[in-house]
T-cell receptor, first 114, second 119 residues
Framework: RKEVEQDPGPFNVPEGATVAFNCTYS??????FFWYRQDCRKEPKLLMS???SGNEDGRFTAQLNRASQYISLLIRDSKLSDSATYLC???????????????FGTGTRLQVTL | NAGVMQNPRHLVRRRGQEARLRCSPM?????VYWYRQLPEEGLKFMVY????????ESGMPKERFSAEFPKEGPSILRIQQVVRGDSAAYFC?????????????????FGEGSRLTVL
């Protein structure tokens, strides 16, 4: 079983739609969680961190369910510019070199259409 | 305010040749990470370095791959005797110096990547 699993998609949605992605992780000791966005043939960029209490940033809402070991990303009022691959990222450690413990999912591809 | 700089952006090598990929972290960042992304696969951690130190190389193949981050100059990922399976995008990322242990830094700043093609 992969450490971090995502549905690869693609998710094809019309502009204005609401779309949600889930991601499951296998290591119950995982400490922190993130969503990154990667455009085609570009580098990944941090979209948002995921907190236990859930967090919202504009049209984007991230949730964490530790009991079921999954995190989710909800995008409301989709825009054409939201078309990208969304990477679920899990941090297995707390030490200062913590980024070396980041595990990336393979990503979920979103295509927003007119 | 330059971001993470990687070069070359594209590199073509024949089997058996050497590939050298360079990465300059963002100003003020002392931690460098190398990741590999194969087509249709996720980013795979390779190595984490600080100046003159390899901190974690648990993701590096045991043979042919090496990395360094010298006191002066960019970090270099070196692949000797390349094979077709080495064809991938190699991303370098940097982060700020580590904060208190309870403050994980999930934010990595990635370069645009170096795309290696082995013929």
């Amino acid at each position: 079983r992969k450490e971090v699993e995502q549905d690869p998609g693609p998710f094809n949605v019309p502009e204005g739609a609401t779309v949600a992605f889930n991601c499951t992780y296998s290591n119950s000791a995982s400490q922190s969680f993130f969503w990154y966005r990667q455009d085609c043939r570009k580098e990944p960029k941090l979209l948002m961190s995921v907190y236990s209490s859930g967090n919202e940033d504009g049209r984007f809402t991230a949730q964490l369910n530790r009991a079921s070991q999954y995190i989710s990303l909800l995008i409301r009022d989709s825009k054409l510019s939201d078309s990208a691959t969304y990477l679920c990222v899990v941090n297995r450690g707390w030490d200062t070199g913590t980024a070396s413990k980041l595990t990336f999912g393979t990503g979920t591809r979103l295509q927003v259409t007119l | 305010n330059a971001g993470v700089m990687q070069n070359p952006r594209h590199l073509v090598r024949r089997r058996g040749q050497e590939a050298r990929l360079r990465c300059s972290p963002m100003k003020g960042h002392s931690h460098v990470y190398w990741y590999r992304q194969l087509p249709e696969e996720g980013l795979k951690f390779m190595v984490y370095l600080q100046k003159e130190n390899i901190i974690d190389e648990s993701g590096m193949p045991k043979e042919r791959f090496s990395a360094e981050f010298p006191k002066e100059g960019p970090s270099i990922l070196r692949i000797q005797q390349v094979v077709r399976g080495d064809s991938a995008a190699y991303f370098c990322a940097s982060s700020r110096p580590g904060l208190a242990l309870q403050l994980p830094t999930g934010e990595l700043f990635f370069g645009e990547g170096s795309r290696l093609t082995v013929l």
